[in-house]
């Protein structure tokens, strides 16, 4: 019921109740013609290792999926790149400085907020940071772990895309 087509009721540019939901992403106005589309919003994740080789993953502060660990990342803002997005959202979460980055992997993802469901393309980047000793939990994360292959417990993990992004970056 989270789904845009169950959501969106009326035209945002006129307001009409004639909102067709037209397949499966768009919508068009009866009344006065405007076509809306439903497309993935890019996100970032970033992959970041410490000296010992562990993944560092980010503990959500907030809902959804709040307590369950993710990768350091969040969405690409309107006229941002996904490079600048990744500097950005690092910066925020963990008062990190990304000094190098790789492009690895991506997935789709649905991410449910305000009771509407976003879907997104999650982007990974393999990042190296300048240096851990400014490291900050900040912004919309309670805390850090650092895991590895051995010791992840993949339940924990709040999304499918991420739990992929993961496998893909350790080669599972
Ligand atoms: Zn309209």
């Not at 940071?129 to 650092?146: H, L, P, R, T, Y």
């Amino acid at each position: 019921m989270t789904k845009p087509q169950n959501v969106l009721k009326y035209c945002p540019k006129c307001g009409s109740s004639k909102f067709e939901f037209e397949g499966e992403r768009s919508f068009k106005c009866a009344d006065c013609g405007f076509h809306f589309f439903i497309n993935g919003a890019a996100a970032v994740a970033a992959l970041i290792e410490n000296e010992k080789g562990e993944l560092l993953l980010s503990v959500r502060a907030f809902d959804p999926n709040k307590g369950m660990l993710d990768l350091p990342g969040g969405f690409v803002d309107p006229n941002e790149s996904a490079e600048h997005a990744l500097y950005r959202e690092i910066k925020e979460e963990l008062n990190l400085d990304v000094e190098k980055i790789d492009f690895l992997v991506s997935f789709p993802n649905e991410y449910i907020f305000s009771g509407y469901t976003v879907y997104t393309c999650d982007l990974a980047f393999r990042c190296r940071v300048k240096g851990w000793e400014n490291m900050k939990i900040q912004d919309d994360i309670s805390d850090v772990k650092f895991v590895n292959k051995d010791n992840l417990d993949w339940n924990l993990v709040c999304a499918d895309s991420i739990k992929k992004i993961i496998k893909a970056h350790w080669q599972l």
